[in-house]
């Protein structure tokens, strides 16, 4: 606490007279001209009881707040109920979802902040697995210290993390030999990270779809046996390019543009709508219900459903890029861009063309050191698309993030709205 603290008034210290942080205060000094007005933790509490009197809530009762991450417009509120907690808790440490035991050692790496940690520190302690918090410690030397140090075995976070977390591996030759599972959300996994830790560390990568809205869990890339009947190489092939299956207590649909639910042949894409215990129905201090009168809340996403109860993202539909009437994938040509060496962060957005409407903008963030050409890029792209696909531009500069580590796309989108090609 006094770290963190100290942390702050050094923040705000050039716009202050005077500042000493408050656990250095007398009594005195905090009367004196510019101190900071304040009182030390340990005589705040002195006075309470040692015991905690736990109260008693009512299960619909709300539990948490969490903000959605604002990739697309303004962070919305979402009240989680105690009820939707533990129940969407139960279901995360199921064998079709994270499958924890006592004898897991689990370290989220999301913002306890944004959905709550994606319900991990609920799922572990019910199913009797230790905890391990990384804290705003998530550069590469310090998650190794811990899942080296704590013995994780299960960890989660979004594709950036992990982006630098392999590469510091590779720059230090290390491996993280405790580690059994690695859960990521937030975006697709790029293929070439899922290769990584397997071939590379043995590592087993499972793809997560969730939203704040869905406290987060929606669905997770499980194996199942008819997956494992058609082997392993295919098998990794669906889990590594599908964001997940069906999990008990969730119910997605997904519909065309005329209104009708789509086949599960996993081709035909549409609308994906969720429903289920732990879904929103209405935005906090929002009037209107943010779910349909039958339950199900839009998600934003394009995406398809197939045999296997396998669902597969294929764009926001703010993200999509619409060419000459065609749809153009942005997460498709990131996952592929980002494969290329030398790319740290790779990012797609639609920006104006005279004839076509809108073409495929590629902005790329390099590792350290990395040398990359446009033309390189293009290259590397060319036998991995369809040529129409193929980015009229590829730029290189800082692709910003959000708080929580997704791609900021308004602010990518601001910054190249004057991007004309063609």
């Given at each position: 606490?006094?770290?963190?603290?100290q942390?702050?008034?050094?923040?705000?210290?050039?716009?202050?007279?005077?500042?000493?942080?408050?656990i250095m205060?007398s009594?005195?000094?905090?009367?004196?001209?510019?101190?900071?007005?304040?009182?030390?933790?340990?005589?705040?509490?002195e006075?309470?009881?040692?015991?905690?009197?736990?109260?008693?809530?009512?299960?619909?009762?709300?539990?948490?707040?969490?903000?959605?991450?604002g990739?697309?417009?303004?962070?919305?509120?979402?009240?989680?109920?105690?009820?939707?907690?533990?129940?969407?808790a139960?279901?995360?440490?199921?064998?079709?979802?994270?499958?924890?035991?006592?004898?897991?050692v689990?370290?989220?790496?999301?913002?306890?902040?944004?959905?709550?940690?994606?319900?991990?520190?609920?799922?572990a302690?019910?199913?009797?697995?230790?905890?391990?918090?990384?804290?705003?410690?998530?550069?590469?030397?310090s998650?190794?210290?811990?899942?080296?140090?704590?013995?994780v075995?299960?960890?989660?976070?979004?594709?950036?993390?992990?982006?630098?977390?392999?590469?510091?591996?590779?720059?230090?030759g290390?491996?993280?030999d405790?580690?059994?599972?690695?859960?990521i959300?937030?975006?697709a996994?790029?293929?070439?990270?899922?290769?990584?830790f397997k071939?590379?560390?043995?590592?087993?990568?499972?793809?997560?779809?969730?939203?704040?809205e869905?406290c987060p869990?929606?669905?997770?890339a499980?194996?199942?046996?008819?997956?494992a009947?058609?082997g392993?190489?295919?098998?990794?092939?669906?889990?590594?390019?599908?964001?997940?299956r069906?999990?008990?207590?969730?119910?997605?649909?997904?519909?065309?543009?005329?209104?009708?639910a789509?086949?599960?042949?996993?081709?035909?894409?549409?609308?994906?709508?969720?429903?289920?215990?732990?879904?929103?129905?209405?935005?906090?201090?929002?009037?209107?219900?943010?779910?349909?009168?039958?339950?199900?809340?839009?998600?934003?996403d394009?995406?398809?459903?197939?045999?296997?109860?396998f669902?597969?993202?294929?764009d926001?539909?703010?993200?999509?890029?619409?060419?000459?009437?065609?749809?153009?994938?942005?997460?498709?040509?990131?996952?592929?861009?980002?494969?290329?060496?030398?790319?740290?962060?790779?990012?797609?957005?639609?920006?104006?063309?005279?004839?076509?409407?809108?073409?495929p903008?590629l902005?790329?963030?390099?590792?350290?050191?990395?040398?990359l050409s446009?033309?390189?890029v293009?290259d590397?792209?060319?036998?991995?698309?369809?040529?129409?696909?193929?980015?009229d531009?590829?730029?290189?500069?800082?692709?910003?993030?959000t708080?929580t580590?997704?791609?900021?796309?308004?602010?990518?989108?601001?910054?190249?709205k004057?991007?004309?090609?063609?």
């Amino acid at each position: 606490f006094e770290r963190n603290f100290q942390a702050l008034v050094e923040r705000i210290a050039p716009q202050l007279t005077t500042v000493k942080t408050f656990i250095m205060l007398s009594d005195a000094e905090r009367t004196l001209p510019g101190a900071v007005g304040a009182i030390s933790y340990e005589t705040l509490i002195e006075g309470e009881p040692d015991a905690m009197a736990w109260p008693s809530f009512d299960e619909n009762a709300g539990a948490f707040l969490c903000y959605t991450s604002g990739t697309t417009g303004d962070p919305k509120g979402v009240l989680y109920s105690h009820r939707a907690v533990v129940l969407h808790a139960m279901a995360g440490g199921l064998n079709s979802a994270f499958g924890f035991t006592p004898f897991d050692v689990v370290m989220p790496c999301s913002s306890l902040y944004h959905a709550t940690a994606w319900g991990l520190p609920f799922s572990a302690p019910i199913c009797g697995a230790k905890l391990v918090l990384p804290a705003d410690k998530m550069d590469g030397a310090s998650l190794h210290q811990l899942i080296d140090g704590e013995g994780v075995t299960f960890t989660g976070g979004v594709p950036t993390i992990w982006t630098m977390y392999l590469d510091w591996l590779d720059r230090n030759g290390l491996r993280p030999d405790s580690l059994k599972k690695v859960v990521i959300g937030g975006s697709a996994v790029p293929r070439a990270m899922a290769e990584t830790f397997k071939r590379r560390y043995g590592v087993q990568t499972l793809q997560i779809w969730g939203m704040t809205e869905t406290c987060p869990i929606g669905v997770v890339a499980t194996p199942t046996p008819a997956l494992a009947a058609l082997g392993e190489e295919a098998m990794d092939e669906a889990i590594w390019t599908r964001q997940g299956r069906l999990q008990f207590g969730i119910e997605l649909k997904v519909e065309t543009e005329d209104g009708q639910a789509a086949p599960w042949d996993g081709e035909t894409s549409g609308a994906l709508l969720v429903r289920g215990p732990w879904v929103v129905k209405r935005y906090f201090r929002k009037e209107a219900d943010a779910a349909r009168e039958d339950g199900f809340f839009d998600t934003g996403d394009i995406a398809t459903l197939d045999a296997n109860g396998f669902m597969r993202i294929t764009d926001r539909q703010k993200d999509v890029i619409k060419s000459g009437g065609e749809w153009i994938s942005s997460i498709d040509l990131e996952n592929v861009a980002v494969g290329c060496p030398g790319v740290k962060i790779a990012a797609v957005i639609g920006v104006p063309h005279p004839k076509w409407e809108e073409r495929p903008l590629l902005v790329i963030e390099t590792h350290e050191g990395a040398k990359l050409s446009k033309a390189a890029v293009l290259d590397y792209l060319a036998p991995r698309i369809v040529k129409w696909w193929t980015p009229d531009d590829v730029v290189f500069a800082a692709v910003p993030l959000t708080a929580t580590g997704k791609i900021d796309k308004k602010v990518l989108r601001q910054a190249w709205k004057d991007h004309l090609i063609g």
